[in-house]
């Protein structure tokens, strides 16, 4: 894959009014001085207080690409012992001596609040966010924070390495997920066994791995005047309009809304596929018997039909999506030496998305792909913001631009799909929907837990996993393999990634349902509302946002019951 994109260095559309054109944000050296000028200028007034705002931003956005950049470079080819080195020279050089200077940045921005003209509205969720981030700064967690940097990235080069040897071919284990959906289930055994093994056979370097993280978040959280990492982190992630508490009420939720639908789906499918019980390569088979869907055959199949789909959505999307395309701003096929997952990523200076997935054909695939578009929607929908910090949203919100996007996008898959395959796909659509909600409070769960009890044991973890596991699964039979069972979450890069980051999937899932709810009745005006709260990027607090969008912000049994009932019936079970 060429990263030839990467070369490009500025912007002729937003040209820098601060930063030197020819300036190297990977040299501190050449940062140092800006960063100086901006701590020593006087602010005067309004204006002054605006300019100097602005000119801050520009240099985050430039120096934020820069790590962007390496990031993309480093994922897209974990094995390339260039790009593993320009990554870890940032986080090991650049961002640690940012740190404190930013702390200070916050401090005057924060001592200047009284030089804002008018009722300060523009600046409220700005100086709220720089406010947290000042209470939580310490000097002594900034080391802390680069070994927790260095230890994801070895999480990821462990997994871009996972390859497995499958009737005579070395394939990645992105690409072993195609054989789960074949019929014949000696062949979905064999490729399931084989994953299983792979991921087994680096067990005790994941969870040495995760020990030490856990380790150094409980640190930075006691160093910070927090019992625990948990607390520490959910104010760490500007989670301002929910709790804890609100996190526990939203897994109590599913557990009791959607939990028992997920059984149901479950029992069904067993039945379907004609079986006393459903083992773990039985889940994404068709049930009825039916060949796996296979949307396209290579990436760039993939991007002409969603490009098409997201053409008919509405045509700015398209046009977008069309110069992520020319911008060779997309790497979507899986290979090895490839970071798992998938992810989009802004390049603040230019004020461009870039995605990155593991594609290998299959209807997840495009769901992905869909999903991801959403996030580089919501980066186009605000990129005249001229505040970098606005220029994101709450990732609460950001993942309802994604999610609603799989759902706005399913009466267009024919591009993909005959009119029978299309309806299987809308069908397997929801009923990943109901799976996914259960996962995520798994995973909330866990965590929780995890950071809860620091000093546990791995086999304390290993209970604890399988105790919270049972609350929100489906009946599998996982006799044989309960070792596989015990660290099925090694799977899910959250937790190693970004710890406590993934109840906002939950939290925008129910937002994004929301939406499409309203899209059957009137599609335009539902687009309408989604497209609007977009551009707002994050410039107003998380409700309202919801609120722009036409969408109530809460996650309680009270919201989620209405939505089941609709998924229910989408799936007739």
Request: charge should be negative; glycine fraction near 6%; charged fraction near 30%.
């Amino acid at each position: 894959m060429s990263l030839g994109f990467l070369a490009q260095r500025g912007s002729e559309e937003f040209p820098r009014a601060f930063v030197p054109k020819d300036s190297d944000l990977g040299d501190w050296d050449q940062i140092a001085p800006l960063l100086a000028q901006l701590e020593e200028r006087p602010l005067g007034d309004s204006p002054g207080f605006e300019r100097w705002l602005l000119d801050l931003s520009e240099l985050q956005a430039v120096i934020w690409e820069e790590g962007s950049r390496r990031y993309i470079a480093m994922t897209c080819h974990t094995d390339d012992e260039s790009h593993e080195r320009r990554y870890l020279e940032f986080i090991e050089k650049i961002e640690p001596r940012l740190k404190p200077v930013w702390d200070r940045l916050n401090r005057k921005a924060l001592a200047a609040r009284g030089l804002i003209s008018g009722d300060g509205e523009r600046y409220s969720v700005f100086l709220r966010a720089i406010e947290n981030e000042v209470k939580l700064f310490r000097e002594n967690n900034v080391p802390l924070q680069t070994e927790d940097e260095k230890l994801r990235q070895q999480y990821q080069k462990i997994c871009g390495a996972m390859t497995v040897q499958f009737r005579g071919e070395e394939r990645t284990l992105p690409q072993m997920r195609r054989y789960l959906e074949e019929t014949d289930r000696t062949v979905r055994q064999e490729a399931w066994e084989k994953m299983s093994e792979r991921y087994l056979a680096d067990r005790e370097a994941l969870e040495e791995i995760f020990d030490n993280m856990i380790a150094i978040r409980h640190r930075m959280a006691c160093n910070a005047g927090y019992g625990n990492y948990r607390d520490y982190q959910h104010q760490a992630l500007g989670r301002f309009d929910y709790t804890p508490d609100d996190c526990i009420a939203f897994q109590e939720a599913v557990e009791a809304e959607i939990v028992p639908l997920l059984s149901e789906l479950a029992e069904r499918r067993k039945q379907d596929l004609g079986l006393d019980s459903l083992r773990p390569w039985d889940l994404q088979v068709d049930p009825k018997g039916l060949p796996p869907l296979r949307p396209f055959e290579t990436a760039a199949r993939l991007e002409e039909g969603c490009a098409r789909i997201f053409h008919r959505i509405h045509p700015a999307l398209g046009e977008q999506f069309e110069r992520m395309r020319t911008g060779g701003l997309l790497d979507l096929d899986s290979r090895k030496g490839k970071a798992p997952g998938g992810y989009q990523s802004t390049l603040e200076e230019l004020r461009l998305p870039f995605i990155f997935m593991n594609a290998v054909g299959t209807d997840r695939d495009l769901e992905t792909l869909l999903h991801e578009g959403g996030h580089a929607f919501h980066a186009f929908a605000c990129r005249e913001e001229p505040l970098v910090v606005y220029r994101s949203a709450p990732i609460e919100f950001c993942e309802v631009a994604s999610m609603s996007m799989e759902l706005l996008a399913m009466p267009h898959i024919e591009e993909f799909y005959s009119s029978e395959d299309a309806a299987r796909s809308r069908r397997m659509q929801i009923e990943r929907t109901i799976e996914v909600l259960p996962w995520i409070a798994t995973i909330d769960a866990f965590q929780h837990w995890v950071y809860l009890h620091p000093r546990h044991t791995h086999e304390e973890r290993a209970e604890a996993w399988l105790s919270i596991r049972q609350r929100f699964s489906q009946p599998v039979d996982w006799s044989g393999y309960e070792e596989s069972c015990e660290v099925l979450w090694h799977r899910q890069l959250h937790p190693f990634t970004c710890p406590l980051y993934y109840i906002e999937y939950g939290i925008a899932q129910i937002g994004a349902l929301q939406l499409w709810l309203k899209s059957l009745e009137d599609r335009e005006a539902a687009l309408a509302g989604y497209r609007h709260a977009l551009a707002l990027g994050g410039s107003r607090p998380l409700p309202e946002l919801f609120s722009a969008a036409g969408l109530r912000f809460a996650f309680d049994r009270e919201t989620l019951a209405p939505l089941r009932a609709k998924l229910r019936d989408a799936v007739g079970v």
